[in-house]
């Protein structure tokens, strides 16, 4: 097959346009933190960090699994337009109801905890990606393999939200400026992508029937409670961390995991891609190679990463601060498991017809992680690096679990 043959296949452009989307969404915030980090402080980035983390349940809570239901219904379903268009205005609708729910919950902390009171403008203020979130319907694109003009508007609405922390943040003070443009980026992401779908896709918007919208956040909940569970051992470090030790530990914490994180994120192009794929094709041979060749050269990544880890540190915050390098260490040595187990997670076992089992190993590794968080406050133990420790364990624990699922269902053997 010649380069353009190879370019004309849904899957090769959809990964592609993944790759590009993927490579902004954290790309930009690894050039935003470090700047965020030296201009605001330590305590002041904690402070963001917190409040960024705070809406990341919201998120949480507004998906409601539908990157993963969603995905699945629409990839299956896609000859049929009738079909999808129900299900799209079902799910938006859905999501709306959620979000004005997560608002009340948010005004209900604001009003009731005076954590939240004393900084309730920059948490209203970061309600914005909230907003934009629902509107952005990323799981309609992935489930029609077709991400190439949402990519595009996507990464120019986000480039432009990030100009101005640049241009009005230069100082501690100007913290207000960070839930501003995360706001602005994530609603004009949403408003374009609201555009592409209705005017650009062929898809019409009317009120479908309530049991339609109930049965489309009835087949999310699902997956909704593996996402959750997720957010138990990523989302809460930081939101636990700023809870019982301050702002300051939050920062450094924080500063270690942004890079953690988007190690992490470098699969995120291939998980996108080959949910739908598997789902559809069940191509267990085709799921191996990638699998295995991955797998390889995490291997290798992670350790040379070990090695240069300091190096890393001044390069992005200019600092080599023994407190974020001994919290990166610690934290990059999960990434030897957690590639091959997202890997084998939603895009295999749940894609092959087992979703409930890949939901109960996140449950049940969240449960466990939460427990050992709530060990290590009562023995006066929990640290940025304890917490560091306890994610290591987790998502090791993770990758054992999907290991005996794969050997279980015997699905290598396909």
Known sequence: MNIKGKLDNPMVTNFISLVLLQGVNYLLPLISFPFLFRILGVERYGLVTFGYALMQYFVMFTD????????????????????????????????????????????????????????????????????????????????????????????????????????????????????????????????????????????????PSILHIKNALKDSSTYFLSRASTSLFTTSNSFILGLVCGNTAVGYYSAAEKLYQAYNQLLSPFTGVLFPHIAKSRDVAFFKKVFYRIATINIFSVSLVLLIASYVLQIVYDTADSNILHIFRTLICACFVTMPSMLMGYPFLAAMGHPLFTNWTVICTSVLHITGLFLLFLLHILTPVSVAMMVVCSEALLFCFRIWGIRRFQLFKG
Not at 135 to 148: R, T
């Open 64 to 207: 409601f699994g539908f990157n993963l239901s969603a995905t699945k219904y629409i990839s299956q379903h896609r000859q049929d337009a009738q079909a999808i268009n129900t299900f799209l205005n079902s799910a938006m609708i859905g999501r709306f109801i959620l979000c004005v729910i997560s608002f009340t919950i948010l005004v209900l902390l604001i009003s009731t905890f005076e954590k939240f009171r004393s900084e309730s403008m920059l948490y209203m203020l970061y309600f914005g990606i909230i907003i934009g979130n629902v509107m952005f319907p990323m799981w309609f694109f992935q489930g029609m393999e077709n991400m190439k003009y949402i990519t595009i508007f996507n990464i120019v609405a986000k480039s432009l939200s990030f100009i101005p922390f640049f241009i009005f943040i230069r100082g501690p003070e100007d913290y207000l400026f960070v839930p501003i443009c995360y706001s602005v980026g994530f609603i004009l992401a949403g408003l374009v992508s609201i555009f592409i779908v209705y005017y650009k896709m062929g898809m019409r918007w009317y009120i």
